[in-house]
């Protein structure tokens, strides 16, 4: 059997990025000719076509294909580790990517980036922000080590680590009556306006608690963001149902307050979750990315699991957790 050579795994592992076989060796400083030969070469020694060429319409991969340019990322992703390995001296050195679900990402974040890099200062963090249809595809291709995402609608094949435990609550204008409360019920929401945050898994998650009651939402306006979520509480359009975070605190972006109240019976519980595939071992800057994570997070979800009805917290409308 022929040799592969490194060069030819990097070329073909990068063109799950591209439409076209030009862009492609652009970026990868290469002609096009010699692309072509280098995918040509790999073709001839798997025996099999792993790309379909055509001339001004660019190229597509094959079934083959794309399950070789995965294999490939992951071959080169353990031959940076066996390097960085050898030349860590026993410190924790190189990059570590790391995916973070939008809805939650500004509770998160920025605690690990102000503390992780001083931790472990020979670590390279970078982060993506975006949802489960931005992550879990990236994750698959190996362009993230690691994503932080709640444990719902996820599909099989992947391992997981619990970072802190969530659940549903209701936001509510102050001067609404069900802000008097302790804790609201959804049979109390449902005929109340709704802003709806409209992101996945956030919105099947909704639906989901009012079905389990046989009750279905009055949905008042569709948002895409968390912040204008609040921002329309806040102003006293409708009520919210979100899930809750740590380091936040029960006002809008226009500063204005925001009555926070848990929903009895219980909605939804689950939790925060660190994802990778499990056909893949996390390297060890990716562990301590996570060990991190738990360390700063996880007591949130502790305190958060008790702060229930009646609590001072609940009760006052005041943050459930800035400690991080």
């Not at 609201?184 to 802003?195: I, K, M, T």
């Not at 956030?202 to 963001?225: D, H, K, M």
Request: glycine share 8%; net charge negative.
């Amino acid at each position: 059997m022929a040799d592969v050579t490194l060069r030819q795994l990097e070329l073909f592992a990068a063109l799950p990025d591209y439409e076209t076989l030009s862009a492609a060796a652009v970026d990868l400083h290469i002609s096009e000719s010699a692309l072509s030969q280098a995918i040509t070469g790999l073709e001839r020694t798997v025996g099999e076509q792993l790309c379909v060429r055509r001339k001004a319409r660019g190229f597509a991969l094959t079934p083959a294909g794309r399950h070789f340019a995965t294999q490939a990322r992951r071959i080169l992703a353990d031959t940076r580790e066996l390097v960085l390995d050898t030349q860590s001296g026993g410190k924790l050195r190189g990059p570590v990517k790391l995916g973070c679900f939008a809805s939650f990402a500004t509770s998160i974040v920025p605690a690990v980036v102000d503390g992780f890099p001083r931790r472990h200062p020979g670590i390279d963090l970078e982060i993506t922000v975006g949802t489960h249809e931005d992550l879990l595809p990236d994750l698959e291709a190996g362009k993230l080590d690691v994503a932080i995402v709640y444990d719902l609608f996820l599909p099989a094949g992947y391992r997981h680590r619990e970072i802190y435990a969530t659940e549903l609550e209701a936001h509510l204008h102050p001067d609404h009556p069900l802000a008097a409360r302790d804790a609201v019920d959804l049979a109390d929401l449902a005929d109340e306006p709704l802003v709806m945050y409209e992101a996945r898994p956030s919105i099947e998650n909704t639906l989901q608690a009012f079905a389990a009651r046989g009750l279905t939402p009055r949905v008042a306006a569709r948002v895409p963001q968390i912040i204008l979520v609040q921002a329309l509480v806040g102003r006293g359009v409708g009520y919210g149902l979100l899930m809750s975070r740590p380091n936040t605190t029960a006002t809008s972006v226009e500063g204005r307050p925001i009555a926070v109240r848990p929903i009895e019976p219980s909605a939804t519980r689950t939790n925060v979750v660190a994802i990778w595939p499990e056909d893949m071992d996390l390297t060890p800057r990716a562990a301590a990315l996570l060990d991190y994570a738990v360390e700063i997070l996880g007591c949130y979800g502790r305190q958060a699991g008790h702060d229930g009805a009646g609590s001072p917290a609940a009760a006052a409308g005041s943050p459930r957790d800035t400690r991080g």
